[in-house]
């Protein structure tokens, strides 16, 4: 008998959304400590006046975006003092992009697409905060891919300005950040006096006891009962200690889970992780890439090219070797590298102290990194 390969009668997930990227979970522990640190933040906000501005730093997957987009929730079902607003930076990516989002909140519509300059968006705004009195916190999910593009100072010191143009205009700034070595204080430098005084809320990685619980949570709510045996769940959990990001082990119960109704059993076993493995752990990966620049990801898949064929990979070679240079040359070039460094993609290795000449070692299979790099 032929195999049949899509079986449509049988599956193993009571709901399979659980396992998605994007799902809200309804457990969230295990940051109960950050959670409460927002909550300080706000309460000023609350009180009638403006909310203190924080920092959420920690490494990819360690529950940024889902503890504000709580809190969020939260505010929104609670009070129409407070108007909080979610930008993504991966997608909005220009100071142009980040006022629209917060004039759509505002506005519940776009603004106009031609011809309005963000200066008259910025207006727009301030005088709606200061007419309906209220006071206004932006989310700048992923804020380090503004401040790559020199951008994040002028976001930031635009919005906590508003109130010099608007008096009673009240606005606060949460930003995420995951890249742990980022100096927002640099970026913010060229303004003498940023009004920018962010208190920093840590979010460490989480330890297996921690990953163990999220994972099973998932499993309770996602799966039917004794799909998931315990000895195998251990597995995943070391393997996701690896990278310390919760969603490598999300996406390696689902591939599991996949893989076992591929073969008609109805339980997982050792081999469906194994071969999951091989998939998930490239979550990682490619969330990094995902929030690189055009620009960037062809440096990067020059950088996977060149280590297949030269060892060691030295930066003077990739540069010479890149189809297009950056504007700024080599000075350019070389901040590219740092970037991939902190986002560790890559370890940079001086050569020489103090110089700029470096080895560059990718710390993925290169056929992996041209392949997500596209
Ligand atoms: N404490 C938790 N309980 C349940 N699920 C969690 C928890 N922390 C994180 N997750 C899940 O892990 C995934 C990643 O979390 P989140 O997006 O909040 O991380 P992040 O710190 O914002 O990561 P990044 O820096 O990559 O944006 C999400 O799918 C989220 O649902
Ligand atoms: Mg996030």
């Known amino acids: ?216 949570d998932r499993i309770r709510i996602g799966l039917y009962p004794g799909v998931f045996p315990a000895a195998i769940l251990d597995r995943i959990v070391e393997q996701t200690m690896e990278s310390g990001d919760v969603r490598v082990g999300l996406d390696q119960v689902k591939r599991a889970v996949l893989n076992a109704e591929c073969a008609a059993r109805t339980e997982v076993i050792e081999e469906d992780v194994t071969t999951a493995y091989e998939q998930s752990k490239h979550v990682h990966l490619a969330y990094t890439i995902r929030a690189l620049s055009a620009d960037e990801r062809l440096l990067l898949r020059k950088i996977a090219e060149l280590s297949k064929e030269q060892q060691p990979l030295i930066s003077g070679a990739i540069y010479a070797g890149a189809n297009s240079k950056p504007k700024g040359g080599y000075t350019a070039f070389f901040k590219r590298l740092r970037k991939f460094d902190a986002l560790r993609l890559i370890d940079l290795i001086r050569v020489h102290a103090g110089g700029r000449t470096s080895e560059v070692v990718l710390r993925y299979e290169p056929e992996k990194v041209v392949q997500i790099c596209g």
């Open 1 to 216: 008998m032929r195999k049949r390969l899509l079986m449509s009668d049988q599956t193993l997930f009571r709901n399979i959304d659980v396992f998605e990227i994007d799902y809200v979970p309804e457990f969230f522990n295990y940051r109960e400590s950050q959670l409460d640190d927002l909550a300080y933040q706000i309460r000023p906000a609350l009180e009638g006046g403006r909310a203190l501005n924080a920092i959420c730093r920690g490494l990819p997957g360690t529950g940024k975006t889902t503890s504000v987009l709580r809190i969020f929730a939260e505010l929104e079902q609670t009070t129409k003092k407070i108007l909080p607003v979610y930008v993504n930076c991966q997608t909005d990516r220009t100071k142009y992009m980040v006022y629209s989002r917060i004039y759509a909140t505002v506005f519940g519509h776009t603004p106009a697409r031609t011809g309005v300059s963000i200066k008259s968006v910025m207006d727009a705004i301030g005088g709606a905060l200061q007419r309906q009195g209220k006071s206004l916190i932006v989310c700048l999910d992923d804020a380090n891919l503004l401040h790559y593009n020199n951008m994040l100072g002028d976001v930031i010191n635009t919005l906590l300005r508003l109130h010099q143009d608007y008096p009673g205009a009240r606005a606060a700034v949460f930003a995420t950040v995951s890249d742990m070595d980022l100096d927002l204080a640099s970026d913010l430098s060229r303004w003498v006096t940023s009004p920018f005084r962010p208190s920093d809320i840590y979010f460490p990685p989480y330890d297996a006891e921690e990953i163990r619980g999220i994972l099973r």
